[in-house]
């Protein structure tokens, strides 16, 4: 993780990486993304999403100990490959645009909005965020870690 380097953006159909479209972010049409926010060696502590008016999408954070060569960041297919994380105990600062739910954000199209979600609790060497996409829109992801 390299601090102002967004996410790298995976589709689910098929691991292709999507484009990073500068101050827009990824233009994500309906389908499953997959944004890999970890290096391998330690956790992202944050992860900060924003997202334009247009896009309708839920935001989910998933992790997983498995290296990559079990299980790669864009895989859907391996059951218990990738844990849901939704504790109720997770800080997530209030957004325009979204509702959330601990570790879930749900976004509705209706503004364009941002928000940080505190990870630094979760100890899993791997992380990610599952945006489910129903309209298109833009999305923005960048993950932050402290140490080395």
């Not at 390299?2 to 484009?19: F, I, K, T």
């Not at 504790?87 to 503004?111: E, R």
Request: a negative charge; hydrophobic letters at 35%; one cysteine or more.
């Amino acid at each position: 993780m390299e601090l102002g380097v967004p996410a790298r953006c995976y589709s689910s159909a098929d691991g292709s990486l999507v484009s990073y479209d500068g101050t827009l972010g990824n233009h994500l049409t309906p389908g499953t993304y997959l944004f890999d926010v970890s290096d391998g060696r330690r956790p992202a502590e944050s992860v900060h999403i924003r997202w334009d008016a247009a896009l309708v999408a839920v935001a989910t954070f998933e992790d997983s100990d498995e290296p990559p060569s079990e299980v790669s960041i864009w895989d859907t297919s391996v059951a218990g490959g990738w844990v849901h994380q939704d504790p109720s105990d997770a800080y997530v600062p209030a957004a325009t645009g979204a509702t959330i739910a601990n570790l879930t954000t749900t976004i509705g199209g209706t503004a364009a909005g941002g928000t940080v979600l505190d990870l630094s609790g979760l100890p899993s060497k791997r992380g990610r965020i599952k945006l489910v996409v129903t309209t298109t829109g833009y999305f923005h992801c960048f993950a932050n870690s402290k140490g080395g």
